[in-house]
């Protein structure tokens, strides 16, 4: 028994001094502030200018709208727009692109509009060309310049194609797209 009570004692004290340590853990510790100063995000936004955008068909004379305009298959109309990019950020690069889901049909529910819609939009290309913008094909670079704007021409040029096969283009006659929905994205890559 004497043997139990030895063996319970000293059982006993060897755990007692494994948690009285566990619960008075002492750590040093210290800070400093480092001079790192304020920083601010950048930015990134396209905008068009006070100018007016035109449009021509076929290389003709410069439009201000094409409201109405009968487009046949074979023609080409194009959009010209002066445009603003600030692309605020030391390293900051961005894609500059036009957005074919914004040659959109007057009317989903009208068939020969969604397929004219359809049919553009495949065909809808982008040009760039001024500050900060590089690449010879869309989807073009534009880099960061800190501190002031980009002035950059766009011109979007959407083909209708004519086949040589009687009768592909049937589906689009009558058809209506709104062109005042064509978008330039400019995405930070």
Known sequence: ???????????????????????????WNSSAETAGGTIVAGALAIKPTTQAASWTVNGGSPLSTLDGYPIVPGDVVTYSQDMIV????????????????????????????????????????LTATGDGVSGTSAPYTVTG????????????????????????EDGTQNGSVDLDAIAVTLTQA
Do not use: C, W
Not at 146 to 168: L, M
């Open 1 to 27: 028994m004497k043997k139990i009570i030895t063996a319970t004692v000293i059982g006993a004290a060897g755990v007692a001094l494994l948690l009285g340590g566990a619960g008075t853990f002492a750590l």
């Open 86 to 125: 600030s692309a605020n950020g030391k390293g900051l690069t961005a894609k500059l692109a036009v957005d074919p889901a914004s040659v959109e049909a007057t009317s989903t529910s009208a068939p020969a509009d969604v397929a004219l819609a359809k049919y553009l939009s495949t065909n809808a290309v």
């Open 145 to 168: 310049q800190t501190g002031h704007e980009q002035d950059v021409r766009v011109g979007v040029t959407i083909t209708f194609p004519k086949s040589d096969t009687a009768g592909v």
